[in-house]
């Protein structure tokens, strides 16, 4: 509890800071950054069916058990693992919700902080991991990926902050983790599938493997302010960025001291001006990777792409003088295997764009994490 509570309250840090117009030393928050870019491409979007997305989890889990596929506990044990589960979830969402007393984005309340939709979306995908994961790695995959989407899914209904979504999912996993190791304790080898062995989360350094996650990001301006054309007003030095990467591997060997491969990336970037102008760029890059695992759970890798930067907000961005244009990226980062099939990274990027006609390159810094499933 004290592990998932240190998360939280950190994560709780990200707050929302009001905009000031006319400051260019400002930096828009990474909460109010991803509002932006929100309002940018879904500003009139609402709908409710993450209210039912969330269950769907632990809807295929009881599926798959009722039909008879053997998954890791006994009825019994699955119950009290999964009750220990919801109630250590219950228990740190509420604490913190009426704790934090954090204002949704839509006003509508002050209980934003985490998010229990997304908590519990994560929470149910995590039992799926535990009960069906070591059977197939898809089953893991399919769970994550629909609580990624009831996270994102909060995002767009304005219902919570991006850092909302985080904690949530974050409490989501570690809330099962937890309550898996309680009935552990209690119930030790008694009621398992026989055929089950507990797997263990590692980094191979001579498996060659595929992954793909979602990364979250934010961006660092340098060289000076980015005027717009027929303007008084520059972009600001910061925001958000946010995407999807995958990586594909191609050798593996003594040679090269680890796996090279190739690496791809979408992602979409959020900017704004001191005159309250936001718009978006899309990322389409492709490039090269090298990862090499140590320590068993620990991974270092780098990577280059190139590709094109496209702007999004036509009518708001070309008037601007923002266009379409070049773009480059050139990172590393260390990740840790979470799970057997999962990991997360911490990274750090230069990157330049030809975005803007009023400077050749773009120049940024991009610092952030992301969350990967590998195979």
């Known amino acids: 509890m004290k592990y998932i509570f240190c998360i939280a309250a950190a994560t709780a840090m990200l707050v929302v800071k009001p905009f ?12 109010e950054s991803f509002r932006s870019m929100r309002y940018n491409v879904a500003e009139n979007v609402h709908y409710s069916f993450d209210d039912y997305l969330q269950y769907t989890p632990a809807a295929l889990m009881l599926g798959l058990k009722a039909g008879g ?15 220990f589960s919801a109630a250590v979830m219950a228990a740190a969402v509420n604490g913190l919700k009426y704790t934090v007393a954090r204002p949704r984005p839509d006003g509508t309340s002050r209980n934003s902080f985490p998010s229990g939709h997304t908590a519990t979306s994560f929470m149910m995908a995590a039992m799926l991991h535990e009960e069906y994961g070591w059977r197939s790695p898809w089953f893991s995959l399919g769970g994550y990926a629909v609580a990624s989407a009831t996270g994102i899914s909060r995002i767009i209904n304005d219902r919570h902050w991006t850092s909302d979504v985080i904690a949530g999912a974050v409490i989501g996993i570690a809330s099962v983790r937890l309550g898996y190791f309680l009935a552990d304790m209690i119930f030790k080898d008694r009621y398992l599938d026989w055929h089950y062995q507990t797997p263990e989360p590692a980094l191979d350094i001579t498996r060659k493997y595929f992954d793909a996650g ?15 054309r027929g303007q008084e007003a520059a972009i600001l030095p910061g925001g958000s960025s946010a995407g999807i990467e995958i990586s594909i591997p191609v050798a593996n060997n003594g040679h090269i001291k680890g796996t ?8 979409a970037n959020t900017y704004t001006a001191d005159n309250s102008l936001s718009f978006n760029t899309y990322d389409f890059l ?3 990777y090298w990862r090499r695992p140590f320590a068993k759970v620990l991974e270092v890798d780098t990577r280059i792409m190139a590709g094109y930067s496209l702007a999004g907000n036509r009518t708001v961005s070309r008037p601007a003088g923002i266009s379409g244009g070049f773009a480059v990226s050139s ?9 057997e099939n999962f990991k997360i990274k911490a990274f750090a990027a230069y990157e330049a764009s030809q975005f803007a006609v009023q400077k050749p390159f773009i120049h940024s810094v991009l610092l952030g994490g992301s969350a990967s499933f590998f195979w």
């Open 69 to 83: 596929y053997g998954s890791r506990s006994s009825w019994g044990r699955m119950a009290v693992s999964d009750a």
């Open 331 to 339: 990172g590393c980062g260390l990740a840790v295997a979470a799970g």
């Open 260 to 267: 090279a491969g190739v690496a791809a990336k979408i992602g």
């Open 286 to 288: 492709a490039g090269g």
């Open 214 to 228: 979602l990364y979250f990001g934010y961006r660092f301006l340098t060289g000076g302010a980015i005027p717009l």
């Open 20 to 31: 000031h117009a006319g400051a260019r030393t400002y930096r828009p928050s990474f909460d």
